[in-house]
């Protein structure tokens, strides 16, 4: 995977986009046509693999039904004020719709209020916005997904032993969401010992030393909870380095954690599929557009990716292809 | 017109202690208004000291003040100031980037900016300089600067004005003018403490000197029944020629250092002079005329436009690095900017041009620097409690001292004086000078730049005169003489 | 000021081209709806540059605005939750910040650390503390009252905008007609002839900083209601944007030498590339790379102009 | 009492106050565990000492380290050679901090501004480059420079020792560590004393780059794997392992045991929140206040000694 001169390319080809950006592109108002509407597409940032797999999807999605998509990522990650401000930028531009993973599921609502205002319509994805309308959310219940992958590591430590928890930020949804999940299922599990949870910002080398760390307090660790996959291969990194054992898992499906699991090293990563996200989102956006019905919520079923059934998932994003709509949104 | 009334202004039994010295132990002090007090003493010896407490910066820790007879607290720098007393403080008090009003206002400025500004320009005006108020001090030159110093302490309107070496940034005609503008302040009854090094100054103008050694008053007299030598034997406490008498180099060596019609980015234009070894060669001219710029363009600091300058023989490139290495040394104008790391040990100042000198191979060796750093320290005799002293706690005299032996541990044999005896005491001074006389003596060369005159004169073998940033003429041995000197300086017609 | 004359063009043309090129090439960049969202992203930058100008003129500055904002924010949205007047948690907002001001005056000018590890130490205690509140959460319900200051409008001019105006006129009275200001320059130019001018320029310089906390207050104000909701990390590296806007604006960190005008036009410059790049939906990657550039290319301008 | 002395016994006070709170602490497995987790900022902080002691500063090492780590790996991975790899990785970060160099003495910005644009810079060139991706597995042989023991050391621990030695000899006992300290104290004043300042803040920034460069093989030899952002977090800590570690920003005044020392703070302060489970939210609040107490005591004895001279 040489992804450097590839991106060189890619790179050249940007660079003269900006430059022929004068001839500018038809603007497309969306509605009622089918057709090259143009969808904006937020996400939070560019270093967590997750975010890629959902904007390639979106990419694939939007070529599948021959649109167009433009990515809208902060340049400090997560950063509020940069994601308010982009909506602001993207608005100038009317998009048809825009397909969005909010930074902060409040912090965002009066981003969306604009939107509203500005009558663009909004498929919300991944992670609620807790307020403003939109046309549809599609999501996973990550208090879910943390709670099957929870069991399932669980369940192979037979009911007993001691484990702990990698937090993700302090105060984030998608933290306190998934360690949640994580406790529910501890609570099923009574012989199971929490000895800690700590967090470690979703970040690989925090989780790294966390588990250095912990791992010289608890001489008996039997499974580690992290709550996501970066964190589950900074720990397993530890846990090697110390020459200990433990069954490990996380959360995402990221290709690393796929290929982590087929190597034996991770047990399970709990997914509901970026790329799904990424399609099934733009999708939603063009149908909207060509008046074509949208669920008001859709909730993707959860998976618990482990050593029998990764083989699907196995193939790399750049290759993957869409799922058609009716496949997904029937089996509801 | 002498006066003799009870003193206007009149310190009592002043001490002031700093943590490990004594700076000023019973001094006394009466000035009378229209009297021009003169205050001498070496450096250290607490005139600066009385200023400050004066001018209400330090509290002292017993004395009194008294004004027309009357006990006065002065608690702050605003109380001396409700109280008439003004100071022109040596080291420059200008703020660059605020114009000239607002700096000859600084503190008490006024409501109306345009009455600011045509006061400032009434005052200037007196001075007889011509500066717009609205120009930034940044923008001024030393001299200007000075001017300005003192336009800030008339303004203020004082009863009492202290000028503390006022002239040293001055060139004749300038001091001339400042000298006459005393006299007509003296007439308006403004008392003046005026502390200076030149003792020409205080033979001048003085009406009663007051010399200061250690923190004490050693004696207070009237100039017309004293003489030069028992005011420095007074300052000094023992006896030192002052004339600095040393035997001219009758035949120099081999020229050392040649410039060849160099001209500058800083303005020198064409300048050709030569230096051979043995001898002290002078720089002199008016403030600006261009003396520092031109051995700065010598040294490569700042950088040639045209033209070639030579150490013995060899064609000067690349900056200072290269002048180092070919045996030139610098002892610049701002020892504590430019001179020496402040924050730096004496043993650090000491060896640091001559690094790669004293360790070709790069690898710093302790034993050999300590060695070296104490034979300066010895042959210098730097006045130092430790090597490791940090260079900001030491005299300017010895700070000047260290600059001098970082050049000698560098191997120089060509040595550039840029002022050397700037706010340095008389004692100090003849030290220096006979440094420079055993430097030629070794058969090095000397370039030294010196606004005052008698120095150039009764020190230097040769000197060039400058004028406009060039050369305006140079004088033998035989023809120096500070006429000679100023006649050259000086603008024709 | 002829000074100004001098320094104007370095930054000025920077931004004269950037938006030459925008409105050129990217759609509707010059559109009276675009130009206000520039205004409004970049006023919350403005309320830290402008005192931020003053203390890098004093030779110092201050990292911890970010964080001191955040807190201030988190103050504000914590006692609105708590069903306290908007007025009383402005103040207690501003009151935060100031406190915090003070101390890194106190820290800087009384004890004599340097500015940089001070605010730096500042950053911390301000981070933590907003953390330790709010356990990372964001502070939500604060009621419309803030949001709707916020949203509203004056003669079509969006608040955020009017109150970055304000506080530019407000800051260019104090620097060039008051006498604060002049012992601004004093403080970086010639402290010691302050003092001996006997004016009490400790209290001065402590001001400065005092200020420079009291105006993170304020941006906390107008984040909170950009925000709706409180957060503690999200003004996280504003104080970063601050001194780059000051110091590409010319300002320069020495002798109290600063242009508060230029630092309008550095947060601007800044303002109008994000904003003109995402316009051109260029990809976030390469706006990270401009910005970069922008910051270098800012200060060769001028350092080519100061050898000419 | 030099100001590293103040700091070693700082160290032990918090260790102490870990050691009786947790027996877990005081064990060699912990302390060697410290020690590994501290080499990582200390390699960042080793380079960036002596960027300061020039009187300068490089915000560029997060960015750095993370560039370098991916080029490391995209070379490892697309030329199967740890050599070339590592080579690839140095040769990245010492680009940058020649770069750096150029752009401070010969264009002569600001060290703040320079090293801040060009963060930004290697950010976006980073972030383009992996597109959101990460480059991971690594042959272990290359792994073990980041997890492997000699002589039951962990190696990462073993080159943080070289790097201070060697380090230290050179500030102490070679000409140029010397000039840069005088650079650093006043750079006028060098430049008259014909010290190259130019070449010398070159060499300088240089060197911070190839330590980043080291950093980031370190890291990506650890983690087994390299994202665009995983410098990010790490800038902050290395300028306050400096700081804490007493080196002075005004220049001329510092070493590079201060840095090892400000790195083990840090360290510690993270290993004992975890032993004794305190919640991550403390930490930049711990931090914040050593960093102060670090450099009031610093204040306070230079005012001291001032007002005894």
């Known amino acids: 995977m040489n992804i450097f001169i590839q991106n060189v390319r890619s790179t050249t080809a940007v660079v003269l986009m900006i430059f022929t950006a004068s001839c500018a592109k038809p603007v497309d108002e969306g509605a009622g046509q089918t057709g090259g509407e143009s969808i904006a597409v937020f996400t939070k940032n560019q270093t967590n693999p997750f975010f890629e797999t959902v904007r390639l999807g979106a990419k694939n999605a939007a070529k599948q039904m021959n649109a167009t998509v433009i990515q809208y990522i902060p340049t400090v990650q997560d950063s509020i004020t940069e994601q308010l401000s982009e909506i602001e930028d993207a608005i100038i531009k009317r998009p048809g719709a825009v397909v969005f993973i909010p930074v902060n599921s409040r912090a965002m609502i009066p981003g969306i209020e604009k939107l509203n205002a500005a009558n663009i319509p909004v498929v919300n994805i991944t992670d609620r916005v807790l307020g403003g309308s939109v046309i549809s959310f599609m999501g996973c219940d990550e208090t879910n997904m943390a709670l099957n992958t929870g069991r399932f590591l669980l369940q192979r430590l037979n009911g007993r032993g001691n484990v702990i928890i990698l937090e993700g930020v302090g105060g984030s949804e998608n933290s306190s969401n998934r360690v949640t999940g994580y406790r529910k299922a501890l609570a099923e599990f009574p012989n199971v010992k929490l000895l800690a949870s700590q967090p470690a910002n979703f970040q690989r080398v925090q989780a790294l030393q966390v588990t250095e760390n912990l791992l010289q307090s608890y001489p008996q660790i039997d499974g580690i909870l992290a709550a996501n996959d970066s964190m589950a291969l900074g720990a397993i990194e530890a846990l090697d380095a110390a020459r200990r054992n433990a069954f490990v898992v996380g959360l995402n499906g990221t290709k690393e954690a796929i290929d982590a699991i087929k190597a034996g090293k991770l047990l399970a990563s709990g997914d509901c599929d970026g790329f799904r996200h990424g399609c099934l989102g733009t999708m939603a956006a063009v149908r909207h557009l060509r008046n074509l019905p949208v669920p008001k919520e859709f909730i993707f079923s959860v998976m618990v990716i482990d050593n029998t059934n990764y083989a699907g998932l196995d193939v790399p994003y750049e290759e993957r292809m869409c799922p058609s709509w009716e496949s997904v949104v029937k089996d509801k | 017109m002498k006066v003799d009334l009870a003193p206007l202004i009149e310190m009592r039994g002043i001490s002031k202690a700093f943590p490990g010295v004594r700076a000023l132990d019973d001094v006394s002090l009466a000035v009378s208004a229209g009297e021009v007090h003169m205050l001498v003493g070496q450096n250290g010896a607490g005139k600066s000291t009385l200023i400050k407490v004066l001018c209400g910066a330090h509290h002292p820790d017993r004395g009194e003040f008294l004004i027309d007879g009357k006990a006065v607290r002065i608690h702050s720098v605003a109380d001396a100031r409700r109280l008439g007393i003004a100071v022109i403080f040596q080291e420059f008090s200008l703020v660059p980037f605020l114009n000239v009003a607002q700096n000859i206002f600084l503190g008490r400025e006024l409501r109306d900016r345009r009455q600011m500004h045509s006061e400032a320009a009434r005052l200037l005006e007196v001075l007889g300089v011509q500066i717009d108020t609205h120009t930034l001090a940044n923008n001024l030159g030393v001299a200007q600067q000075q001017m300005i110093e003192i336009a800030k302490a008339l303004s203020q309107d004082a009863r009492i004005l202290v000028m503390d070496e006022p002239t040293a940034a001055l060139s004749e005609p300038e001091i001339v003018r400042l000298f006459e503008r005393i006299r007509k302040l003296k007439q308006d009854g403004i008392a003046i403490i005026y502390i200076s090094h030149r003792l020409r100054e205080v033979f001048e103008i003085g009406d009663r000197i007051t010399v200061l050694r250690d923190g004490r008053t050693v004696a207070s007299l009237n100039p017309a029944e004293t003489s030069v030598n028992e005011l420095v034997h007074l300052m000094v406490g023992r006896e030192v020629d002052i004339t600095y008498g040393r035997h001219f180099c009758e035949r120099p060596g081999k020229t050392l250092l040649e410039t060849r019609s160099l001209t500058a980015a800083n303005g020198i234009r064409d300048a050709n002079i030569q230096v051979r070894a043995g001898e002290i060669v002078g720089l002199t001219g008016l403030v600006g005329a261009g003396r520092t710029e031109l051995v700065r363009a010598i040294f490569g600091a700042d950088p040639t436009t045209h033209g070639e300058v030579l150490i013995d023989g060899t064609l000067l490139t690349g900056g200072p690095a290269h002048s180092v290495a070919s045996g030139i040394g610098l002892v610049p104008e701002n020892r504590k900017t430019e001179g020496l790391a402040v924050i730096r040990s004496v043993h650090d100042n000491l060896l640091v041009a001559g690094l790669t000198r004293t360790f070709p191979n790069h690898s710093y060796r302790f034993r050999k620097a300590f060695g070296i750093v104490a034979d300066l320290i010895a042959r210098l005799r730097i006045a130092t409690p430790s090597p490791q002293r940090l260079a900001r706690f030491l005299s300017g005299g010895n700070q000047q001292k260290v600059v001098i032996g970082k050049w000698m541990n560098a191997g120089s044999r060509f040595f550039i004086f840029d002022e050397p005896t700037r706010g340095i005491d008389v004692g100090s001074k003849a030290e220096i000078f006979s440094l420079l006389d055993s430097i030629v003596a070794q058969g090095a060369a000397v370039l030294m730049i010196s606004s005052e005159l008698p120095e150039i004169v009764s020190v230097c073998d040769r000197a060039y005169v400058m004028r406009d940033k060039a050369i305006a003429g140079e004088l033998q041995r035989s023809q120096l003489t500070e006429e000679n000197i100023l006649r050259l300086a000086m603008h024709h017609g | ?308 | ?309």
């Open chain 4, 1 to 309: 009492m030099s100001s590293l002395t103040y700091r070693l016994l700082g160290v032990l006070l918090l260790g102490a106050v870990l050691a009786l709170s947790t027996d877990a602490f005081l064990t060699v497995g912990n302390l060697l565990n410290v020690l590994r987790q501290a080499s990582l900022i200390f390699l960042l902080a080793s380079g960036l000492t002596l960027v300061i002691l020039s009187a300068g500063l490089d915000l560029s090492i997060g960015a750095n380290l993370g560039l370098s780590a991916c080029m490391a790996a995209a070379a490892i991975k697309s030329t199967g050679s740890i050599s070339i790899g590592i080579a690839a990785g140095l040769a990245c970060g010492m680009t940058i901090g020649i770069a750096n160099g150029l752009l401070i003495t010969t264009l002569r910005l600001p060290p703040f501004i320079a090293t801040y644009g060009m963060l930004w810079m290697v950010y976006g060139i980073n972030y383009w480059a992996m597109a959101g991706n990460t480059i991971y597995g690594f042959p272990e042989s290359f792994r073990e420079i980041g997890s492997g023991y000699l002589l039951g050391i962990p190696i990462p621990v073993l080159l943080m020792a070289a790097c201070l030695i060697v380090g230290s000899v050179f500030t102490r006992y070679t000409t140029w560590g010397h000039e840069i300290y005088a650079i650093g104290a006043n750079p006028e004043v060098a430049r008259l004393s014909g010290i190259p300042v130019r070449s010398r803040l070159i060499m300088v920034y240089t060197l911070s780059g190839v330590m980043s460069g080291l950093a980031g093989i370190v890291y990506l030899a650890r983690l087994n794997s390299a994202e665009a952002g995983i410098g990010e977090p790490l800038l902050l800590p290395a300028i306050a392992a400096v700081l804490i570690g007493g080196t002075s920003l005004f220049g001329g005044v510092g070493s590079l045991s201060g840095a090892l020392v400000g790195a083990v703070i840090l360290t510690l302060v993270l290993n004992g929140m975890n032993l004794l489970t305190i919640s991550g939210n403390w930490q930049p609040l711990i931090t914040g206040v050593i960093l102060l107490l670090a450099a009031g005591i610093d204040t306070a004895a230079r005012n001291w000694n001032e007002s005894r001279a």
């Open chain 3, 1 to 308: 000021m002829a000074r100004s004359l001098r320094r104007i063009p370095g930054i000025a043309w920077l931004l004269a081209s950037l938006v030459i090129f925008f409105s050129v090439f990217g759609t509707r960049f010059a559109s009276a709806p675009n130009l206000i969202n520039i205004g409004n992203q970049s006023s919350i930058l403005l309320l830290l540059a402008l005192p931020m100008t003053l203390i890098v003129m004093t030779e110092g500055l201050d990292l911890s605005m970010g964080a001191v904002l955040g807190l201030s924010g988190v103050v504000l949205a914590m006692l609105l939750v708590n069903g306290n007047a908007l007025p009383v948690a402005f103040a207690a907002a501003l009151g935060v910040g100031t406190l915090f001001g003070i101390a890194n005056g106190v820290l800087v000018v009384a004890l004599g650390m340097p500015p940089f590890v001070a605010t730096l130490g500042m950053l911390g205690v301000a981070q933590g503390i907003a953390l330790v509140l709010t356990d990372g959460q964001s502070v939500a319900g604060i009621g419309s009252a803030l949001p709707g200051i916020y949203a509203s409008r004056w003669l079509g001019i969006p608040f955020a905008i009017l109150i970055a105006a304000a506080a530019y006129a407000a800051f260019h009275f104090l620097l060039y007609h008051t006498r604060i200001g002049t012992y601004v320059f004093a403080i970086g130019g010639n402290r010691e002839a302050l003092i001996l001018a006997g004016v009490p320029a400790d209290r001065y310089h402590v001001l400065i900083y005092a200020i420079g906390g009291l105006m993170a207050g304020a941006g906390a104000f107008l984040l909170t209601g950009r925000m709706s909701v409180g957060h503690p990390t999200a003004a996280i590296g504003m104080e970063f944007d601050a001194m780059v806007a000051v110091i590409v604006g010319g300002t320069k960190l020495a002798r109290g030498d600063g242009w508060l005008p230029g630092s309008v036009l550095g947060v601007m410059t800044v303002g109008v590339l994000k904003n003109g790049l995402n316009v051109m939906a260029v990809p976030s990657s390469l706006q990270i790379a401009s910005i970069g550039l922008l910051v270098i290319v800012a200060l060769l301008i001028d350092s080519f102009r100061g050898k000419s």
